[in-house]
């Protein structure tokens, strides 16, 4: 079936250390992949995709990988400031236009 | 530009009692979008349309109804109300190229 599964839950880090959230997804014909930032009572909003043309893509602190043959793609975020704390969510597109969510990761970066 | 709006914010229902969520975007997109977060469960898609007039059901459309009659707007139905579906509703939208959805603010919507 459709399904994206995202790991940690929760994730505490040092402010100055890295964050890595990793997400996987159930159908090999998907092709875009986005993450998404949602700070508490807050909308979500897209931070950065990565389409499956492409391995790595980079935005200043923040980079996704992805492994199409593993049917897996990471966020990884460099450098983590106290504002980078919120909730983050990796989706999969399923047929066009339609995205499937993972369940969200809890970043915490402490001072 | 307003962008994607919902009405209402708030809202409190008992148990068996009906209403409509309204969501409407001025961006003149094509694909409108009906999801519901709870916690620890991420955002699961409700209902969704790929052009006015149409819908089609998501990953947990049960309880729901969904309307597509103007292209800028995407009406969410509860029939009968249960405790279960309280929940924060987000609609979102994105058009032809862009693949970005643009989520409104969301609708928390508490059935006692």
């Known amino acids: 079936g459709e399904n994206v599964e995202q790991h940690p839950s929760t994730l505490s880090v040092q402010e100055g250390d890295s964050a890595v959230i990793k997400c996987t997804y159930s159908?090999?014909?998907?092709?875009?992949f986005p993450w998404y930032k949602q700070e508490l009572g807050k909308r979500p909003q897209l931070i950065i995709d990565i389409r499956s043309n492409v391995g790595e893509k980079k935005d200043q602190r923040i980079a996704v990988t992805l492994n199409k043959t593993a049917k897996h793609f990471s966020l990884h975020i460099t450098e983590t400031q106290p504002e980078d704390s919120a909730v983050y969510f990796c989706a999969a597109d399923f047929s066009s236009y339609k995205l499937i969510f993972g369940s969200g990761t809890r970043l915490l970066v402490r001072p | 530009n307003a962008g994607v709006t919902q009405t209402p914010k708030f809202r409190v229902l008992k148990t068996g009692q009906s209403m409509t969520l309204l969501c409407a975007q001025d961006?003149?997109?094509?694909?409108m979008y009906w999801y519901r977060q709870d916690p620890g469960m991420g955002l699961r898609l409700i209902h969704y349309?790929?052009?006015?007039?149409?819908?089609a059901k998501g990953e947990v459309p049960d309880g729901y109804n969904v309307s597509r009659l103007k292209k800028q707007n995407f009406l969410l139905g509860l029939e009968s109300a249960a405790p279960s579906q309280t929940s924060v509703y987000f609609c979102a939208s994105t058009t032809t190229g862009i693949n970005e959805q643009f989520f409104g603010p969301g609708t928390r919507l508490t059935v006692l």
């Open positions: 159908d090999s014909a998907s092709n875009y």
């Open positions: 349309s790929v052009g006015e007039g149409t819908t």
């Open positions: 961006m003149n997109h094509e694909y």
